[in-house]
């Protein structure tokens, strides 16, 4: 399996524009560059569509527990494989819902063949998430996302015990760590800890050059083990 | 002032994918067809910036009243005018917000030259809202919406008080009418109740061809008075 | 006409248990006793129907816009003549509802012969509740909430602009001043600039006796003029 | 250990006024009558500390995820205890919350000594909440609320597999079954298979007399083996 490297692009000026279309030519070339990572981007809603015509492998940052019909401003599960794209993230720290709406999203994307990748603050909640089922689980402690300050360094026992928990209800279900991840050996210090990828957003959206950020965290994951 | 032919495209099965790029053409073209009638197409959050790129005057469903930043999963107005968006629809009957919302996307989209479609239920609501000089109001009785019965006829007052509204508080801003409209009779029967325009969606979007439901609506305005 | 004394209580620790039943007890006696000021207080979900038991003249915080039934957790607006409470307060700035909802909330409350006070950040929301006609607004700009800089004398502007509103719209409806006050003499600068009254919360919940800080905003409104 | 008889009186009509008080009573009367059963009155946020003066043990149906502070008409952990109030009840069915919502306003209840009945929708969302580990939880298919089919009738795996569930993760956590429960009969058969208990609404708070079919189901739990 592939290490995964997963960019939320939040809505940070670079992930509009050309600079956003930049950042998706670039995650494709290093996606062929290096094999033993998968880059995924996590688009803002509005430009996903966009996004997800350059840079194959496309999430959304989020998806309502609803399908076709009329509501408007709102985002079904259903319309994400027409608009070319690949997963949907949900439960992102910063945009936290029920169980109940996690549970029908799960749900729905499996059945549209659509990837999903799920957001817990703590490993309690990767527990409560485990037993749905999702592609991926992502554990961000709150308080330190967006500080600079890596899970992998201040709370390495957040991904200790996701893992745990994981083991526990559903091992194969690859977990990635985030929060605070400002380098790739914070990324690397993940993977040794047992993590199999890492959700970063400022660290690369905030660069001048996101791609080159973005190439330094694929190679030194790639060139790990 | 040409006659303002909205058309909100919800998230129904045709508001995506080839079905919602062809529409656009189709917009586009009716567009310079019939010069009495402006055609504003309003785009699901996903594939706005797709449907940007084909029909000129795309207007989003919802923004939200944040700028950019660390805010995963929601739609800052300031990005709008990178992604091609001419406008954002915002208050609609199936996506309500607080007055606060309103007035910060309103002013916002104002300061960076977008326009804004702002929806009310009652007359009291367009009054309510006149207050804040958004770039269009449309009224739609909740009631009526999705039901097929037009408001133009089932409620005229509702459009006449909506007006009368309009006058005292902020006599150029125009009135589009909406909720039911079903057919271009319809749509004439609100221009002579005063309206600018309407307000429609699913007449054209669950039509079996969209683009010539909307074809009929934009001939019947043009060629009226 | 009064001059209205409404404290929100909010959530202050002092708005609970025994501290707040004696502030009610108090709020009777300094009623009967300042013949030219009328106290309300606005109090807590879970309290309220204590504390009107209480004070007479109590509002509740927060009603939602629904009726009986399965809501579980939620606020009808019938259940408040039932429980001995006067009225209720909606849309203030830290519990912001839709138009929908606070037309509704007002349209019930007046079937059912409670009173409505509705709060407005700016001017421009007091004009768009005004058309509601509720029986009384209060503005307070958010930005000055719970800083002791009061409204009446950092943003008069804010009072008479409200007030030019008022008279436009609805000049029947008392107007209230809130954010901010901290003192007797804020009360009285809000009263000169020409409102009916304020709208104050920490400068008496936070006071070590609230009861005694409420006496002496009552006595010094009292002899206003 | 006592079978649990939880009664969530929602917001109907039955819910507020004498009739709640007389309720009330009766519930006191009726937990010294039948020592096998523990009453939980799950009351209002309105009359919650009412209710609380009349029945010992009586539960709030939500909380706010918040402290003391400025948060008009919300609800906060802290006051329940002032306020006479035993327990909360959290993620109801009509009331869903996000996991961290549930996560704090459970470690807030224990810090202050307050019981939690924690509710969820499917046997995985029962399993999610037992890492939070609250005093008691409650399975109810949403789609069953409120329509007279019991769920230990028609969906009894339901209740089996959210057993299973807890085995796993928390086996001390009592499970409740709710939904439907119409009948002592469709409680008896949710104690055969293997709950503690029954979270009842309708059944009881739509009767004539609630508090005569409240005996009714106490006295058959407490003959129950």
């Known amino acids: 399996m592939k290490y995964i490297l997963a960019v939320n692009m939040k809505v940070y000026e670079s992930a509009f524009g050309q600079k956003a279309r930049e950042l998706a030519r670039r995650a494709s ?18 430009n996903a ?9 496309t999430y959304i940052q989020h998806a309502d527990s609803i399908g076709y019909g009329a509501y408007t401003g709102y985002m079904p599960v259903e319309a994400l ?43 309690e909640e990767v527990a409560g998430i485990a037993h749905l089922n999702p592609d991926i689980i992502a554990v961000e402690p709150p308080e330190l996302i967006g500080t600079g300050i890596p899970v992998s360094k201040a709370k390495p026992e957040v991904i200790t015990r996701a ?33 199999k990828g890492i959700l970063v957003a400022s660290a690369i959206m905030k660069a001048k050059e996101p791609w080159s950020r973005l190439e330094e965290f694929a190679e030194a994951m790639n060139n790990y083990k």
């Open 29 to 46: 070339v290093i996606s062929s560059r290096y094999n033993g990572v998968e880059v995924i981007l996590v688009a803002p809603l509005v």
């Open 49 to 57: 569509s966009s996004i997800a015509e350059i840079h194959d492998n």
């Open 81 to 123: 494989s027409h608009e070319g794209i690949k997963g949907v993230m949900v439960n992102h720290s910063e945009h936290k819902v029920t169980y109940r709406h996690l549970h029908r999203v799960i749900e729905k994307a499996r059945a549209l063949e659509l990837k999903t990748l799920a957001c817990g603050d703590t490993p």
């Open 163 to 195: 893992l745990d928990s994981l083991r526990k209800v559903n091992p194969n279900i690859p977990l990635l760590a985030g929060a605070g991840i400002s380098t790739p050996q914070d990324a690397i210090r993940s993977l040794e800890l047992g993590s």
